[in-house]
């Protein structure tokens, strides 16, 4: 089965540490808020915040905080109104990125991620610039120890899943957009808990970086994915295993 880029197994060991678990409980809230109020707050109805409320559950997110989230989405609490934005743009070596926010400012937003691209050798583009470059999917992240791949191959590939990848410490799987639930179900209904579950994007094709152009592709997924607005991030560039034990010495 084929892997998935380096940037995603740097994700998440940088998500260990504990002031990235407040930046993920951070956007997990803003995702359980825009989930509650699109569909409602009941999760059993809304796959959507079900996701969320998993992600957050994942990231030991107690239940007061993950209640009060979906009470400012469905109005029972007051809170801000975000929005969700795609923004596009090309980054060193001729790389493709795709970045994810809610916000409540667009304006603020797109100055403040034009600026993050410009100084990481890289462009804020329009819509189109790089959302042809990937796949619409279904993405779920697992533990690597809450399943040996027999059970991974049995439970994911068997319940619809396309492919999967051990990306050290997790399996990363990937299914068609409208078979995630069914795949999450399935995991969940063998008592494996998935830590991330959600509909994104896969390049079609990924292009491999070295040198200044792997540093600053690095880089700029860091920093937009610290970014207080930015949800998620996209990318088509990898980097091989040399090059990265150079960019980690």
């Not at 109020?37 to 109805?45: F, K, L, T």
């Not at 905080?65 to 469905?74: C, D, L, M, P």
């Amino acid at each position: 089965m084929s892997g998935h880029s380096k940037w995603a197994t740097i994700k998440h060991k940088k998500g260990a540490t504990d002031a990235k678990r407040g930046r993920l409980w951070t956007k997990v809230i803003k995702e359980i808020q825009v989930a509650a109020r699109m569909g409602g707050g009941d999760v059993n109805a809304n796959p959507r915040l079900r996701k969320a409320v998993a992600t957050a559950k994942a990231a030991a997110m107690n239940a007061d905080n993950i209640t009060r989230a979906i009470k400012r989405g469905t109005g029972e609490l007051e809170g801000s109104s975000y929005e969700e934005v795609m923004y596009e743009g090309t980054g060193p070596g001729g790389t493709l990125f795709l970045v994810e926010t809610l916000t409540d400012n667009k304006n603020r937003t797109v100055a403040e991620l034009r600026k993050v691209f410009e100084k990481n050798n890289a462009t804020l583009g329009q819509s189109g610039t790089a959302a042809w470059a990937f796949d619409r999917k279904g993405l779920i992240e697992i533990n690597r120890d809450a399943a040996d791949e027999d059970k991974l191959m049995e439970l994911a590939v068997g319940a619809g899943a396309d492919d999967y990848s051990d990306d050290g410490e997790l399996w990363s799987i990937t299914t068609p957009a409208d078979q995630l639930d069914a795949v999450g179900k399935a995991l969940e209904g063998a008592g494996i808990t998935p830590t991330s579950q959600k509909i994104g994007f896969v390049p079609k094709n990924k292009k491999e970086v070295a040198g200044r152009d792997a540093e600053l592709c690095m880089r700029l997924a860091d920093v937009l994915d610290d970014h207080d607005d930015v949800q998620n991030v996209y990318a088509d560039f990898d980097i091989s295993d040399e090059e990265m034990a150079k960019l980690e010495g």
